[in-house]
């Protein structure tokens, strides 16, 4: 009876074993390489899989698009600006035959070609072009990525640049030019805004020359302003020709005296 016993027991534990090995399910993001006593024989999936166990060999291949980050890399620019810049990857595989035959593994390739690249890549072009140029070194990034993956069947969709690591000295100067800068502007705005009002402040005297009353009624509308204001001190503004005036006077005065003299 026992030895009845232990032989179902294998039995069905073999019969297990084969089933394991015979039989395979791929979701529908998976495709499965076939090997037949070593050699390609197709790719299947995905749903149910028959192999034949024990001849084939079946290894699974994800399709789904990867998203790996590339560690930072310290990088030297073209103006020789020391930084440590890090991006990240989008990529899938489109041919699972080549993923596995053309490379031993794809994803570490894929990893260590990314990191190569971006370091190239970077030191060709100097600081400046780095922190407003992003768009055109990840286009340049991801065709030169994607042209040298392309015999592994693996597709580089995009190649994102994540963060530049600037030295602090770097930061202190970038930061000051910036400051000057905007104190260059100030000063243009400021400049700009002087030429408009002796402009317009020129056109205005032209006008007010026409007609000399003009100025008396700018006089009595400043001084109302000056009044609402509620100010404890008042400026009467009084017109040069009343200056010329007493200067005519001191002269007649100057000259009766050398007469009287």
Known sequence: MFNTTTLVAIIILLVLSLLVNILKILREYERGVVFRLGRFVGIRGPGLIILIPFVEKLIKVNLRTVVMDVPPQDVITKDNVSVKVNAVVYFRVVHSDKAILEVENYLTATSQLCQTTLRSIIGQFELDDILSNRDKINSDLQTIIDSQTDPW????SAVEIKHIDLPNEMQRAMSKQAETERIRRSKVINANGELEAAEKLSQASDIMSTNPITIQLRYLQTLNEIGNEKNSTIVFPIP???????????????KNEKTKE
């Open 153 to 156: 069947g693996v597709k580089v």
């Open 240 to 254: 040069i020709e009343m200056f010329k005036l007493f200067e005519k006077f001191m002269k007649d005065d100057n």
